[in-house]
Nanobody, 128 residues
């Protein structure tokens, strides 16, 4: 199983960006899908997720600005990020699991805990 994030780049504060996550060997239907982010030396934090039953969750810091969506026909998930702020820069990771996941935050590096499958991440930078 492989997950591939794309779309990370540098944008100005207030701008928008859409991240994509595609997969090889995994089907997003009825799976948990999470977007996490991490600044080096800081927590691996859940940004948004889609539960196995289709319930969306957003971290308080991104509610109203970020939108998580899935195109099951293309086996792709998206994270639309609007009104980006200087607090949003991080490496953003896509993660997926066929089981129910309750992983929200870890002191460790993203990619090693809580969710079975992780992408390698894509860097988002926000400039003033």
């Amino acid at each position: 199983v492989q997950l591939f994030e794309s779309g990370g780049c540098s944008v100005q504060a207030g701008g928008s960006l859409t991240l994509s996550c595609t997969t090889s060997g995994f089907t997003f239907d009825y799976a948990y899908i999470g977007w996490y982010r991490q600044v080096p030396g800081h927590y691996c934090d859940l940004v948004s997720s889609i539960s196995r039953t289709g319930i969306f969750h957003y971290a308080d810091s991104v509610k109203g600005r970020f939108t998580n969506s899935a195109d099951n026909a293309k086996n792709t998930v998206f994270l639309q990020m609007n009104r980006l702020t200087p607090e949003d820069p991080a490496v953003y990771y896509c993660a997926a699991d066929y089981q129910t996941v309750s992983f929200i935050r870890s002191l460790g590096r993203c990619g090693y805990y809580g969710v079975d499958h992780w992408g390698k991440g894509t860097q988002v930078t926000v400039s003033n």
